[in-house]
């Protein structure tokens, strides 16, 4: 089977929605090579953002930090800020040696190299 | 992988809990309509005693796709996003970031200083100072005689 899930953090009912992390939208895409996941976090800091591969599963997570000048005061606030997270359920026939991530205007471009998944065995 | 049970909805790739909750909260959906026309990227307002600043999410957006522009006390922010990769639209999985035009318009408070407004892209990130006049255009001091 070849499918990505995304996993939710909480799932089910979520009382304390303002406390928990946000999730950046995500375009999922595939070639023949790769898979790829595009994930927006403008004014994000490169290093406030960890990829990490678990169990095939990979978590994306990082905060954004809303630090402004003392003595100001919001007008309107809908850009979420804190902590955020996706995580993403992998296939199996990657190779996670080769999982690459990159930074542009603020998109996190995840490469998620495939493996060929069954070899011919020749015979002999 | 062990047997279990067909689930129609779980076994859909990229079926993802976050929006599907997300969908149904207030708020969220105004911006998120399908088929709209214009999407308005989220904007945070603040000020201080010398300016206003408004900074807007655009990742990906070009500075040549970006138009800031103040006209009759009015700001607007617009532009187009840019669906500019060289795959194929029918390789994707899942699509949830907005793409097309966008536009977001604000009244400006009468002590703005239109002149100087200063527009700055970083990061994905629009970000919109415009300092405050010391005294409001319109203000004059009336001796008393």
């Known amino acids: 089977m070849r499918m990505i899930h995304t996993t939710s953090p909480a799932c089910g009912p979520r009382p304390h929605r303002a406390a928990s992390a946000w999730a950046p939208p995500v375009d999922v895409l595939e070639t023949e090579q790769l898979y790829l996941l595009r994930i927006d976090v403008p004014g994000v800091d490169e290093k406030a953002v960890s990829v990490e591969l678990e169990q095939g599963v990979l978590r994306v997570k990082g905060e954004r930090k809303q630090a402004e000048a003392e003595g100001a005061s919001y007008k309107l606030r809908e850009r979420r800020a804190g902590a955020f997270r996706r995580n993403f359920r992998l296939p199996d026939a990657i190779d996670a040696e080769g999982i690459e991530a990159k930074f542009d205007r603020g998109v996190l471009e995840i490469r998620i190299p495939k493996v060929e998944r069954s070899r011919k065995i020749p015979i002999q | ?145």
Request: avoid cysteine.
């Open chain 2, 1 to 145: 992988m062990s047997l279990m049970r067909y689930n129609p909805r779980a076994m859909t790739p990229w079926f993802d809990f976050d929006r599907f909750f997300e969908d149904f909260e207030p708020g969220v959906g105004l911006t998120r309509k399908a088929g709209e026309k214009a999407w308005a990227p989220a904007v945070d307002i603040f000020e201080d005693e010398k300016e206003i600043v408004i900074k807007a999410d655009l990742p990906e957006v070009k500075e040549e796709d970006l138009d800031v522009r103040v006209e009759d006390g009015q700001l607007t922010l617009k532009g187009e996003r840019k669906f500019e990769h060289e795959e194929k639209k029918d390789n994707y999985h899942r699509v949830e970031r907005r793409y097309g035009s966008f536009q977001r318009t604000f009244g400006l408070p009468e002590n703005v200083d239109a002149d100087h407004i200063v527009a700055k892209y970083d990061k994905g990130v629009l970000k919109v100072t415009l300092p405050k006049l010391e005294k409001p255009k319109n203000a004059r001091t009336i001796p008393v005689k």
